[in-house]
């Protein structure tokens, strides 16, 4: 492949990916090499070692922690990911989530994310948890898959977060519009300790 081909191959990844991956890139035969010197060309910004973007688009808030998730399992594109049945299970989640969503007063990072399996990361601003996620309680966001608003409530309950703030994100979440029904279910359904349980039932309850 020549250089006006690892070009367009590149501009045509970044047009599907916006973020993207060396493993990417290398099945789609742009060698590492050729991601190098596009970064010293300035044709590429680094966001973190391993995840691209193309410099002329413009950046999101969501750029380090889509580099984040993708890198994860980083040879695969996001649209085999989104598929129900290569769900891996791997989400955004928790005070993560709810600052997407815009529920509650939670900061983005550092960045909470929940894996079916343990997931080893030197990444500060990343907090990996092992809690399994059906792909039914996720929406992808900017390419980036999200725990949707009734999950999120229950996760934030279950990583320990201020009672108080739970109660607003779920506040916020009524404004929003949000399966009542729903978040019944998945904190009856989830596996919770007796307190979990106990403070569900309070912050969930009043707002019935």
């Not at 929940?114 to 500060?124: D, F, G, K, T, V």
Request: glycine share 8%; charged share 30%.
């Amino acid at each position: 492949m020549n250089k006006t081909r690892h070009t367009s191959a590149i501009e045509e990844l970044s047009a599907s990916e916006g973020v993207f991956t060396t493993a990417q890139a290398e099945r789609l035969g742009i060698p590492r090499n050729v991601i190098a010197k596009a970064c010293e060309a300035g044709r590429l910004v680094r966001i973190v070692h391993g995840a691209y973007r193309m410099a002329g688009v413009p950046a999101s808030q969501l750029d380090d922690l889509a580099a984040l998730w993708k890198l994860t399992d980083p040879s695969k594109m996001t649209h085999e990911r989104m598929q129900a049945g290569e769900w891996d299970g791997v989400t955004v989640a928790g005070s993560t989530a709810a600052s997407i969503l815009g529920i509650g007063d939670f900061y983005l990072s550092p960045y909470r994310i929940l894996a079916p399996r343990r997931i080893n990361s030197r990444n500060a601003e990343a907090r990996f948890g092992i809690r399994g996620v059906p792909r039914d309680d996720v929406s992808f966001v900017e390419g980036v898959p999200v725990t949707k608003i009734e999950r999120t409530l229950v996760d934030l309950v279950l990583d320990g977060e201020d009672p108080s703030l739970v109660e607003n994100a779920l506040a916020d979440a009524r404004t929003k519009g949000f399966d009542r029904g729903r978040l019944e279910r998945l904190a009856a359904e989830t596996k919770a300790s007796a307190k979990e349980r106990k403070t569900m039932e309070r912050i969930f309850n009043k707002e019935a």
